[in-house]
């Protein structure tokens, strides 16, 4: 869908930045020397996530 002036949704959107070089497939083994993810620092992580409605992290709503 565009608009009179011929832009889409997508220059509206955010930059997602560069794509990291990695995939993951669930039940797959990690390749030997690479550390499982560490759930604290993965909690950190998902309370920098905040819900687009209301000030409150995606983790303490309890969403995941």
């Known amino acids: 869908m ?9 220059d509206f959107m955010p930059d997602p930045g560069e794509p990291n070089d990695f ?3 669930a ?3 990690l390749p030997p ?3 499982a ?10 309370r920098t996530v905040y819900d687009p409605e209301i000030p ?3 983790y303490d ?3 995941v």
């Open 37 to 46: 993810a560490d759930n604290t620092k993965v909690v950190e992580a998902l």
């Open 2 to 10: 565009t608009n009179a002036d011929d832009r889409s949704v997508r």
């Open 33 to 35: 020397g690479v550390p």
């Open 61 to 63: 709503l309890g969403l």
């Open 23 to 25: 995939s993951a497939q």
């Open 27 to 29: 039940g797959a083994l």
């Open 56 to 58: 409150v992290n995606i």
